[in-house]
C-alpha cells in the first residue's frame, strides 16, 4: 500500500511537472478588432475568430493580459487596458476555455526596468505604508471585480518587469545589486502586499514575478 501511494504521489508531481501554458499577450485584440483588422492563416484564409484559431490550430491555452490603474493619464494610444476593458477581454479569454494572465502593472503607464511610475491617483501619499495599502486595496478590489464577472485570473503577475523594484519616487528607490537593505525591503513589501489580496481574493490563482532579465541584474 504504501509503494501505490508513493507511485500516486509520483505521478501526481510529474503531472505538474509536464502542464505546458502556452500562449501570449493580447491586450491589444479589442482594439485591432474594432479597427476592422484582418487575421489571416498562411494559405491565405481569412481567421474570423482569433482566439478560437489560437486556441484550436495553434493549440494555445491561456493568454496575459496587461493591466493599467488610470491610463486615461497618459497620451500613449496603445494604453487602454483599464479594469473594465480588462473584464471583458478576461471573460472572452475564460469563456474560451483558456486560462487568463492578468499583468498588474501599478502604473498608469508602462512598467519596465527604466519606468516604475507610481499611479497619480496614489501620489498623494507616497510613504511606503500608504504605498502598500494602495497596493493591497488595488490588487483585492480588481480581483473581486473581475471574480464577479465572470473572469477570474489564474495567473496574477504582481508588478511588471520588476528587476530594479516598483513605485519608484525617485533614483534611491531603485532595487540595484548595491541598494539598502531598506530599499530592498521596501519592494518586498509592496510584493507581499499584493500577494496577501491575491490569495484572500483568488486563492487559487497562481502568483506570478515578472524578473524579466534576471541574467544582468
Not at 41 to 61: E, P, Q
Amino acid at each position: 500500500m504504501l509503494l501505490l501511494a508513493l507511485a500516486g504521489v509520483m505521478a501526481s508531481h510529474l503531472q505538474a511537472q509536464n502542464a505546458i501554458n502556452l500562449g501570449g499577450d493580447i491586450s491589444m485584440l479589442p482594439q485591432y478588432e474594432s479597427a476592422n483588422t484582418p487575421y489571416y492563416r498562411s494559405n491565405g484564409a481569412k481567421i474570423n475568430d482569433v482566439l478560437d484559431y489560437m486556441k484550436t490550430n495553434c493549440k494555445m491555452n491561456a493568454m496575459r493580459v496587461r493591466l493599467f490603474v488610470e491610463p486615461d493619464n497618459t497620451t500613449d494610444i496603445t494604453l487602454v487596458q483599464d479594469l473594465d476593458y480588462v473584464t471583458q477581454l478576461g471573460k472572452r479569454i475564460k469563456d474560451k476555455g483558456m486560462d487568463f494572465m492578468l499583468s498588474i502593472h501599478y502604473s498608469d503607464t508602462w512598467a519596465d526596468p527604466s519606468h516604475q511610475d507610481i499611479p497619480k491617483s496614489w501620489t498623494k501619499n507616497t510613504a511606503t505604508d500608504a504605498l502598500k495599502d494602495s497596493v493591497y486595496n488595488y490588487t483585492l478590489r480588481c480581483l473581486t471585480h473581475l471574480k464577479d464577472n465572470g473572469a477570474t485570473p489564474d495567473f496574477v503577475q504582481i508588478g511588471n518587469e520588476v528587476s530594479y523594484g516598483m513605485l519608484w519616487r525617485n533614483n534611491n528607490d531603485r532595487c540595484y545589486s548595491n541598494a539598502s537593505n531598506s530599499t530592498w525591503k521596501r519592494f518586498t513589501d509592496f510584493l507581499s502586499a499584493g500577494a496577501k489580496a491575491v490569495r484572500e481574493a483568488t486563492p487559487n490563482a497562481k502568483i506570478i514575478l515578472h524578473i524579466e532579465r534576471s541574467g544582468y541584474i
